[in-house]
């Protein structure tokens, strides 16, 4: 057991500075490295799809024992006391038994933090609602963690597993994280989020953690949880290797909803996420290879997915995040239906974007890309969308920016985005169809898009600023052909 500082024993072994280290004690160990993803395409300029769908193909999706452990038969009862040490009692028979399913049956279960193990498959079954406490100390003692894309201990995410193989949340239940303007949220200083004037919250943490993340103090070191204020993640498999999420709904969602780290071989498929809360990405993928979200819905306040890998010099020391496909979901509200970045400092590569489908206006934008100076800006490359079709957004159809949040060029990181094709969208209405914005000396490109349409267009229709080898190939603005 080690004791990080702050005085909270965790079981969680300290990740150390090195990038050899750093790799190994997430699980992917330092040959993903030197190796090559073996999803490594033999001819880069092939067609694109057909890699999509070796991809999908090549991703390992758990299989479980046909055994169940029902949490009521470990002393768990709906409407009942808290039953966090029950469902750990679940959990922990599963896997001395060489892993199968935990059951939450038909019923409220009130609980706190659930860690899976190796092998374990949680499944939530229909009329099933898991209601994770809304006391923090609860989420104690203090996990390994990353927040906003530094590295840290603080308190656990609602559903957590460090280093597992093979594990599972499925089901048609609900799992309800009780955040609201009375928890959870209030820590954003927003009075919108319940906030008050003379409360605590999150930003001095937020400033602390971020430039210990940039002078490279120790991880162990770097302990928030009891008397701070940085939110954990709904659902969080840390250096796993073999996770599905499938077919459950999330409400009310402290801070990030799905966020796998550091993982391999990702499934996230039917999964219905609600919220309108602060940074409540649905699905945020981060430094992992090989993840396939599809048939998903989401309906956020903050982006819909989004692809991530670390910022600053912790997200320097990550590998990218790559082979990521995401087929036939749909997006309600939110900041991007898809997004890369901002926290991209690993880099992003090979991400395969089919059939998305924008059913709510109120979308800010449909893809946004973003980066800035300030946040270890990585290299974003071979991302290819298609079939995308926007009822409309309030911002552009595609956004692509190295400002973002309206940070100048003069940080220390220079972000590269190329190698970007769009193809099929058709968006409704928005200000422009395309922002793009790089910077003088480092321009975005090559960008390709073709074969889309876009209506009630109110701005200048295509806003580029310092990008190179954009092709625009029968392309239509507002009904008029543009292109070259």
């Known amino acids: 057991m080690t004791r990080p500082a702050g005085g909270h024993t965790s079981a969680y072994p300290e990740p150390h500075l090195s990038r050899r280290s750093f790799l190994a004690a997430s699980g992917l160990g330092a040959a993903s490295l030197l190796l090559p993803s073996r999803w490594a395409p033999a001819d880069a300029a092939g067609d694109p799809w057909a890699r999509a769908d070796a991809i999908a193909a ?31 009692r679940a959990v922990a028979a599963c896997s001395a038994a060489g892993g199968g399913r935990v059951l939450v049956p038909a019923g409220t279960f009130r609980t706190g933090p659930v860690h899976l193990r190796s092998g374990v498959h949680l499944y939530v079954a229909k009329g099933a609602v898991l209601r994770f406490s809304t006391d923090p100390g609860d989420y104690l003692p203090v996990v ?115 966020h796998p780290l550091l993982s391999r071989n990702v499934t996230v498929r039917g999964v219905t996420v609600t919220s309108q809360g ?16 599809e048939d998903c819905h989401f309906d956020t306040r903050d982006d819909c997915m989004a692809i991530k890998s670390g910022r600053g010099r912790d997200g320097l020391r990550r590998p990218p995040s790559r082979n990521i496909v995401v087929r036939g979901c749909r997006v309600g509200r939110g900041g991007g239906g898809v997004a890369i970045g901002s926290e991209e400092a690993g880099g992003v590569s090979d991400v395969y974007v089919d059939g998305l489908v924008g059913d709510d206006p109120r979308l800010s934008t449909g893809v946004l890309i973003k980066a800035q100076s300030l946040y270890g800006a990585g290299t974003v490359e071979r991302v290819h969308m298609r079939n995308v079709r926007l009822a409309g957004v309030r911002n552009a159809a595609i956004t692509m920016t190295y400002y973002y949040g309206g940070t100048p060029e003069r940080g220390p990181y220079r972000p590269t985005f190329r190698d970007l094709s769009f193809t099929g969208f058709t968006c409704g209405r928005s200000r422009n ?46 009904g008029k052909p543009v292109g070259g």
């Open 144 to 258: 390994p963690t990353s927040y906003e894309g530094n590295d840290c201990y603080n308190y656990s995410p609602l559903v957590y597993a460090y280093r597992q193989t093979n594990i599972a949340v499925t089901g048609e239940g609900t799992l309800d994280g009780q955040a609201s303007r009375q928890h959870w949220w209030p820590w954003v200083p927003k009075a919108v989020w319940g906030w008050r004037k003379g409360r605590p919250s999150e930003d001095r943490d937020k400033a602390r953690l971020r430039a210990q993340g940039q002078a490279g103090v120790p991880v162990g070191q770097r302990v928030y949880g009891a008397g701070h204020y940085l939110r954990p993640a709904f659902i969080e498999p840390y250096g796993c290797t073999n996770v599905l999420i499938e077919g459950v709904r999330l409400v009310n969602p402290p801070f990030w909803q799905v």
């Open 433 to 478: 169809a395309l922002n793009l914005d790089g910077f003088p000396d480092h321009p975005i490109g090559p960008v390709q898009v073709s074969d889309s349409a876009f209506g009630g267009v109110s701005g200048q229709g295509v806003a580029a600023r310092n990008v190179t080898g954009l092709r625009l190939t029968n392309v239509r603005i507002n």
């Open 58 to 88: 090549g991703i390992t999706v758990p299989t479980f024992p046909d055994r169940d452990f029902d949490i009521t038969r470990h002393g768990a009862a709906p409407d009942g006391a808290d039953s966090t040490a029950a469902i750990a």
């Open 278 to 293: 602060p940074n409540d990405d649905g699905c945020d993928p981060e430094s992992c290879d090989g993840v396939l979200i």
